[in-house]
């Protein structure tokens, strides 16, 4: 059974850089086919997808983070992190981990994470 | 980007009734659509996927239907753990989008 877990800082100052990272058990992160993605969810708000990383390393993300947001995996850990520089009190949200259902870009996300709360203020 | 708009926003129902909830893509999305449950303090679930696949494990009070730009998440004889917020998904292109949510409450 495959599960995630987030974690990450809590509360950060503003231009300070974020890392999170998701443990996954049950599943290597770097086996053939899985592609693995992180989302955040604004206070009281919907939820935007930030990028996703395949098996291979390689990333996509969404434009408007593009220049901010590393996604990359570790395979001696089993883990995959999202670095965000220069955050700011926009960036406060709760952040998820996800598996993506299929490998290849068309995919829904079937298995998240706990979720962490991450909160930027001065 | 595709922009995603459910309706309503939030709508109330009873034990045993019955819930429909529209989301329209800006776009068409053929059936690249998802719909997610959650609970408050609790990560999304995955519910149904490519518009009216359920996902394994997903009682069968929950189906979709719909292609295109307009989709429909029907809930038949709600039980107490569905008063929750339902989230529809787009993953025709990116960036992946979701629609703003509607509230299932008492």
């Known amino acids: 059974q495959v599960q995630l877990q987030e974690s990450g800082p809590g509360l950060l100052k503003p231009s300070q850089t974020l890392f999170l990272s998701c443990t996954v058990s049950?599943?290597?992160?770097?086996?053939?086919?899985?592609?693995w993605s992180w989302i955040r969810q604004h206070p009281q708000k919907g939820l935007e997808w930030i990028g996703t990383?395949?098996?291979?390393?390689?990333?996509y993300y969404e434009a408007s983070l593009k220049s901010r947001a590393t996604i990359y995996i570790d395979r001696s850990l089993n883990q995959f992190f999202l670095r965000l520089t220069s955050v700011t009190a926009a960036d406060t949200a709760v952040y998820y981990c996800?598996?993506?259902?299929?490998?290849?870009?068309?995919?829904?996300?079937?298995?998240w994470g706990q979720g962490t709360l991450v909160t930027v203020s001065s | 980007d595709i922009q995603m708009t459910q309706s309503p926003s939030t709508l109330s129902a009873s034990v045993g009734g019955l819930v429909t909830i529209t989301c329209r893509a800006s776009?068409?999305?053929?059936?690249?659509l998802a719909w997610y449950q959650q609970s408050p303090g609790r990560a999304p679930k995955l519910l149904i996927y490519k518009a009216s696949i359920l996902e394994v494990g997903v009682p069968s009070r929950f189906s979709g239907s719909g292609s295109g730009t307009e989709f429909t998440l029907t809930i038949t004889s709600l039980q107490p753990d569905d008063f929750a917020t339902y989230y529809c998904q787009q993953y025709n292109s990116s960036p992946w989008t979701f629609g703003q949510g509607t509230k299932v409450e008492v």
């Open positions: 996800a598996k993506d259902r299929f490998f290849g870009g068309n995919s829904p996300f079937d298995l």
């Open positions: 049950g599943a290597s992160v770097s086996k053939t086919g899985f592609s």
């Open positions: 990383v395949y098996y291979s390393g390689t990333t």
């Open positions: 776009q068409t999305i053929n059936t690249w």
